[in-house]
């Protein structure tokens, strides 16, 4: 089995910005799609953002649209989310995961069509 790695979470003013990292324990090749997904504290689990392998659409939460971009490196498997702009409501641990399907669109936005998941990253933004 595959694992996600994350990295690069931390502690951050407001306004500031941070960029995760999310690799994969070993390259692996195909469609699908990464995702990150982030959880508060007495929260559920919420979407952030996912992208496809292929062609490289982006699906967004309408809370971090116009602050957050991920990208990708099909290189390496690697996905990044770069923050900006980032607010205290923002606070979570940030999870990334991967889906090996081509999903509706839709179905990028559930964490249940995703089979793999990351330990988590620590986001804090202080006030």
């Known amino acids: 089995q595959v694992q996600l790695e994350e990295s690069g979470g931390g502690l951050v003013q407001a306004g500031g ?3 995760l990292s999310c690799a994969p324990s070993r390259r692996t090749f195909g469609g699908g799609a990464m995702g990150w997904f982030r959880q508060a504290p007495g929260k559920e689990r919420e979407f952030v953002v996912a992208i496809r392998w292929s062609g ?3 699906y967004y939460a309408d809370s ?3 602050r957050f971009t991920i ?3 099909n290189a390496k498997s690697t996905v990044y989310l770069q923050m900006n ?3 205290p409501e923002d606070t979570a641990v940030y999870y990334c995961a991967r889906t090996l399907r081509d999903l ?3 179905q990028y936005y559930s ?3 995703y089979s793999d998941w990351g ?3 620590q986001v804090t933004v202080s006030s």
């Open 56 to 58: 490289g659409t982006t």
């Open 64 to 66: 971090v649209k116009g």
């Open 17 to 19: 910005s941070l960029r």
């Open 85 to 87: 702009s980032l607010k």
């Open 111 to 113: 964490g249940g069509y």
């Open 71 to 73: 990208s990708r490196d």
């Open 119 to 121: 330990q988590g990253t």
């Open 104 to 106: 509706e669109d839709y």
